[in-house]
């Protein structure tokens, strides 16, 4: 099979840097990278962000990275960069429109790649059927409106234009279940949505002895953090948690450590940094929180095994990759019960899921994995069950699944805007479909 990407924030090629890599370059990356082992071919379209980058670029064998101009060369927050769809779907449209370049399907990697395959698929030339579009959010704008409100810098086009996609695709590759929830009240029919989770790389993410038996001792639980550091991750509430240990005499049963943020040296510089550090001093538990700053990649499986549990209480979470890395290294997971969580921790199995929001039920947790041998269990249960389900060979032939079914789909089942591919070809390329949102045209155009 001939695969298309289009990633337009999110570069593959970012993921083996590591220090830019998001849990989306990683995804794409290793799904291309599998995908390409089991014998497709796949090209990864992204947005050129530097002007010295040349146009193609091999990952691995089967799979290049296909460099897009649109909009400024260099490097740009991906909330500004809805005004330049216009220009990356029209040159999709040029590269698909030539039967060489014309892939089976193009999977859309976030909302902003799905407006441009969108576009590039519904104006292919010479007649042609249109190229099927499958698309991933990875996240949905409704679900981070509804938790950051006003703190939310997406653009405010953003949820009407999710809807549409929703209407318009041909399939929508959910990486969760209370994704499909979510996608259902956008507008998704239940019959152009399968679900198919983010993986995690289980040679790299490995067990190892727990933490007792490295130390040669028992003491305090370590417990680990690790991801960005914003507010709606929740590290606060494993700081309030650890306080209300303290007040329970529980105090020097755990010690966290916080990964994530800017390197160590600039750490006091960062406000979210300031902000917990003076929720610490306040709840008077310094002695117990340490901060580490920014990992390297490659040094976080290291990491997970160097602690009794790791820590994952976001507000909300599309997914979480972290709660697998943890599995992969046989660490249990204190879990928001939120997201794709719901999924990939199984409660009182794999880890502990409590309410988001709720240092109580996370000090609860906490005192009970102080029992070593409920974490070997737990952690056991954990590596068996991301081995079964979550490695990335796993998570690509049932993409490909997806991809399979898609295209032996009855070409009866045609949706309005299909019926208006026609003339939308004939048209200009500034025009979109009349009386459609104005994913085709993009709001605000070319600049």
């Not at 996240?139 to 653009?155: E, F, I, M, W, Y």
């Not at 009182?348 to 899921?353: A, D, K, P, Q, V």
Request: hydrophobic share 40%; charged share 25%; with cysteine.
């Amino acid at each position: 099979m001939k695969i298309a990407m289009v990633s337009e924030h999110a570069s593959p090629l970012a993921a083996l840097g590591g220090a830019d890599a998001g849990g989306q370059n990683v995804h794409v990356a290793e799904l291309a990278r599998h995908l390409a082992a089991d014998g497709h071919r796949v090209d990864v379209y992204t947005r050129r962000d530097d002007p010295t980058l040349p146009e193609r670029v091999t990952l691995t064998d089967g799979v290049d990275v296909v460099h897009i101009d649109a909009g400024p060369a260099e490097p740009l927050p991906k909330d500004e960069l809805l005004p330049w769809m216009r220009d990356l779907g029209n040159d999709l449209a040029e590269r698909f429109g030539d039967p060489a370049q014309r892939p089976d399907l193009v999977h859309a990697h976030f909302w902003m790649s799905g407006l441009a395959a969108l576009r590039a698929s519904r104006w292919v030339s010479g007649g042609t059927p249109p190229v099927p579009v499958v698309q991933t959010f990875h996240a949905l704008g409704v679900v981070k409106r509804r938790h950051q409100g006003t703190a939310d810098t997406s653009p405010p086009e953003r949820v009407a234009l999710e809807a549409a996609l929703c209407r318009e695709v041909d399939l929508v590759v959910a990486t969760c279940e209370d994704e499909v929830r979510e996608l259902r009240a956008l507008g998704a029919a239940a019959t152009r949505v399968r679900v198919v989770p983010c993986g995690v790389d289980l040679g790299v993410f490995t067990p190892g002895a727990d933490r007792a038996r490295q130390d040669g001792h028992g003491g305090p639980l370590r417990l680990l953090s690790l991801g960005r550091l914003v507010e709606r991750k929740g590290v606060d509430t494993l700081v309030e948690a650890l306080a209300l240990l303290a007040e329970r005499g529980e105090g020097q049963a755990v010690e966290l450590l916080v990964a994530g943020g800017p390197p160590a040296a600039r750490l006091d510089s960062d406000p979210e940094v300031r902000r917990l550090q003076q929720l610490v001093a306040r709840r008077g538990v310094g002695d117990r929180v340490t901060f580490l700053g920014s990992v390297a990649h490659d040094a976080v499986p290291a990491l997970l095994r160097s602690v009794d549990v790791v820590a994952c209480t976001p507000w909300y979470e599309p997914f979480g990759i972290v709660p697998l890395e943890a599995a992969a290294c046989g660490r249990p997971v204190v879990a928001s019960a939120v997201g794709g969580m719901l999924d990939s921790v199984v409660h009182e199995r794999t880890g502990i899921l409590v309410p988001p929001h709720d240092p109580g039920a996370v000090a609860d947790a906490l005192r009970r994995l102080t029992d070593p041998r409920l974490r070997r269990e737990l952690g056991a249960a954990a590596r068996v069950r991301a081995e079964r389900l979550y490695g990335w060979g796993t998570v690509a032939r049932r993409t490909y699944e997806a991809y399979a079914a898609l295209l032996r789909t009855p070409a009866e089942i045609v949706r309005p805007s299909d019926k208006l591919t026609t003339s939308a070809r004939a048209g200009s390329r500034g025009s979109h479909l009349v009386g459609q949102p104005d994913y085709l045209g993009i709001a605000g155009g070319a600049r």
